[in-house]
């Protein structure tokens, strides 16, 4: 009767043993699928952000004083533009910060300015995943 017990016993230990393994095994796999490629979250937050970048940006440079009217007094926009001035002898240069920001003020994003402004949201997007992914690794 003692050596059935005893069996008994073993035979649950290593069973205990093979779960543990295989359950290591499962998450370690699990990583290494997600690491290959993007996961559904990551993609999700990569077009959110994209979108959100190319509906915020002309908010933005309202908000920061560049305007279809011109730049607005006393904003941050016309300090960029007075800094601009003083640095380049009194004009501004054609195709400086100030100059390109108050054309997509005035004019609105572009196809390219667009794909530029999108596709820096999806970097930060991604970015922003990577970082909430790299936690939830930690915390396991």
Not at 15 to 44: C, K, P, V
Not at 89 to 101: D, H, P, Q, R
Request: net charge negative; with cysteine.
């Amino acid at each position: 009767m003692m050596v059935k017990l005893e069996t008994k016993g073993k035979l649950i230990l290593i069973l205990l043993i093979l779960s543990i393994t295989n359950t290591s095994a499962r998450r370690q796999e699990r990583r290494q699928e997600e690491s290959d490629g993007f996961s559904l979250g990551s993609l999700l937050a990569m077009g959110l952000c994209g979108i959100g970048a190319v509906v915020a940006a002309p908010v933005v440079l309202a908000g920061a004083g560049f305007t279809a009217g011109g730049i607005a007094a006393g904003s941050i926009a016309s300090g960029m533009m007075s800094t601009a001035a003083i640095a380049n002898g009194g004009a501004i240069a054609a195709g400086s910060t100030v100059a390109v920001l108050q054309s997509v003020g005035a004019a609105g994003l572009g196809a390219a300015g667009a794909a530029a402004v999108g596709s820096a949201g999806a970097v930060a997007g991604a970015a922003a995943a990577a970082a909430i992914n790299q936690d939830e690794d930690l915390d396991e």
